[in-house]
């Protein structure tokens, strides 16, 4: 069983890093949340080249889904339990919503390196999953982290901190 390494503070990340960005970044980013600010700055430091941000296809997906359900929840009034299975039996109330597209069409404005998926990093992310107990999303992060010999990674799930090769940077409200 691997043990939890603490995580650091996401501002103190020194200038010239090179980080992958997880999901719930960009979505405290785009949503109203406690550390909403922290990401934001932490995104202008990116936007700006002070920090070399990176992300991936499937993390980009990730967060679309997740403004997706919130967007719905938001504007259909659906209770955030039953909200995916509420739009995936009325599609009519899936394509009402636009909102969650920001991400594809401002996340490249940010200077973020997004990087595609391939099978071998599926096969990789499975070797994460065995070793490391992550689902299969952060474990394909993980993979792409280590083809592109990363270790800074900017998140605020704390199950990253079971990857002994990661450094994780959290925001802080």
Known sequence: MSSRSSPK???????????????NIFIYHFTDSS???ACTKFLQRVE??????????????????????????????????????????????????????????????FNVVVEAITSTHLRTAQGFSATCGLLTNDSLTAAVMQSLALTDLASNDPDFSLVPSLTVWQPQP
């Open 48 to 109: 700006v080249g002070d920090i070399e941000g990176i992300t991936s296809v499937i993390t980009l997906a990730e967060v679309a889904h997740r403004l997706m359900i919130l967007e719905a929840i938001r504007t259909h009034r659906l209770v955030p339990h039953a909200a995916v299975r509420k739009l995936k039996e009325n599609p009519a109330l899936v394509q009402q919503l636009s909102h969650y597209k920001v991400v594809t069409e401002t996340v490249p404005a």
């Open 9 to 23: 503070d996401v501002a103190a990340l020194p200038s010239g890093s090179r980080v992958f960005i997880d999901a």
């Open 35 to 37: 550390l909403t600010a």
